[in-house]
């Protein structure tokens, strides 16, 4: 089946620094990737999707020149968190549809654990 | 704007309980309705989906759910629990007319009870 692999699962970083998180499909190619963040015992909020080609489509509220988007290839989108702080620590989480097997369903990455200090 | 709410945010049972879990989703015409688990540690996985045809689907694990139109709700079912169902659930919907977008519940934790 498809599967969307997320790197790093874990990141620590300073306040004010700059953390790139990739999603990639390896199995199927994804013209659309979505952004989710999940806070503790709370839902999946979309941040953002992720059109290959094109410019990331973010959701109301989400800043788009913090969190940075780019999907270069069929296979791959990152998100980078720029000049991070606290309060964006948070678990960061990527999915993908593989349009070709007409599933129709979100496979959804591992997630990445991000703590700002 | 579309919402899907979960009624029930934390629930524990003993093995062989029944479950069910509530899931209700605002009007918004055609839908795609799904179903998904998250154990602890790993990421989310699909347990059912609903698409179109017969409104009681079955997934993975005996779980089992039912589109009630008139209700706008999609409810999980399983007639005897596991503890290794001890998960988040988290319930999931597709409206046609937003395009892409899934939305989804805020999520039921469930706790089986050996």
């Known amino acids: 089946g498809a599967v969307v692999s997320q790197h790093p699962s874990w990141v620590i970083c300073k306040s004010g620094t700059s953390v790139k998180i990739e999603c990639r499909s390896l199995?199927?190619?994804?013209?659309?990737m979505f952004w989710y963040r999940q806070f503790p015992k709370q839902s999946l909020m979309l941040m953002a999707t992720s059109n290959e080609g094109s410019k990331a489509t973010y959701e109301q509220g989400v800043e788009k020149d913090k969190f940075l988007i780019n999907h270069a290839s069929l296979t791959l989108s990152t998100l980078t968190v720029t000049s991070a702080h606290p309060e964006d620590s948070s678990f960061y989480i990527c999915s993908a549809r593989d349009w070709e097997s007409g599933a129709n369903v979100l496979t959804f990455g591992a997630g990445s654990r991000l703590t700002v200090l | 704007a579309q919402s899907v709410s979960q009624h029930n945010h934390h629930v524990i049972l003993s093995e062989a309980a029944s479950l069910e879990l509530g899931c209700n989703y605002s009007y918004g015409g055609t839908v795609n309705l799904f179903w998904y688990v998250q154990y602890p540690g790993q990421h989310l996985q699909l347990l059912l989906k609903?698409?179109?045809?017969?409104?009681l689907v079955k997934g993975i694990k005996g779980f089992e759910a039912e589109f009630i139109k008139s209700k706008f709700s999609f409810n999980l079912r399983k007639p005897s629990v596991q503890w290794s169902d001890t998960a988040e659930y988290f319930c999931a919907v597709k409206f046609w007319k937003t395009g892409n977008q899934f939305y989804f519940g805020t999520g039921t934790s469930l706790t089986v009870i050996p």
């Open positions: 609903y698409f179109s045809g017969d409104p």
């Open positions: 199995d199927f190619q994804a013209t659309t």
